[in-house]
């Protein structure tokens, strides 16, 4: 059985507190979501996430038992901020 998806676009903020990043959209394909992301300003650091529905992902501490993160989630980091900032420096 094929579970289905969708995929999100996060914008990631500069926070190193979980979660450091808030949704601005959610798309049915790849495809259409990397056309969205592909149209955002280039000021600012995104993340592509593929989410299941009807699952948990959620990642709890082994020893700890807090919620610490997403567990089995494809993700790819878009670091355009971080590149805008380097520019010109050596």
């Not at 020893?63 to 989630?73: P, T």
Request: glycine fraction near 6%.
């Amino acid at each position: 059985m094929k579970s289905e998806t969708v995929w999100g676009i996060f914008v990631a903020s500069d926070s190193s507190r979980f979660p450091n990043f808030f949704p601005i959209g959610l798309y049915t394909t790849q495809e259409k979501a990397l056309t969205a992301l592909n149209s955002l300003p280039r000021d600012t650091n995104y993340q592509l996430l593929k989410l299941p529905l009807n699952k948990n992902f959620a990642y709890y501490h082994k020893k700890s038992g807090n919620l610490v993160g997403m567990d089995d989630i494809c993700h790819e980091h878009f670091h355009y901020k971080d590149a805008n900032n380097n520019e010109g420096m050596v």
